[in-house]
């Protein structure tokens, strides 16, 4: 069996997931903005938002750290 801390996310994977995650989160705001606030829906939206906001850091969080990884000169390019 495959030990979870032994994966690996390399900055393409996370920036591709990072895209369908921020399209998925802008739906997450449109909904929150259907139902009404302070139903359990809108409590229940907005939980989920917020754990899209954490895992877009995480995954801005892997890419920068692959960036910062790369000979000098290359920080900029994806």
């Known amino acids: 069996m495959v030990q979870r801390s032994k994966r690996s996310l390399s900055a393409h ?3 591709q997931m990072r895209k369908e995650l921020q399209a998925f989160h802008h739906q997450v705001r ?3 903005g259907t139902v009404p606030i302070g139903g359990t829906a809108y409590v229940a939206l907005e939980s ?12 801005q969080g892997a890419i920068d750290g692959e960036r910062k990884a790369w000979p000098a000169g290359h920080e900029g390019l994806p």
């Open 30 to 32: 449109v909904w929150c």
């Open 13 to 15: 994977e996370a920036g």
């Open 48 to 59: 989920l938002n917020s754990a899209l906001i954490l895992m877009d850091r995480q995954l």
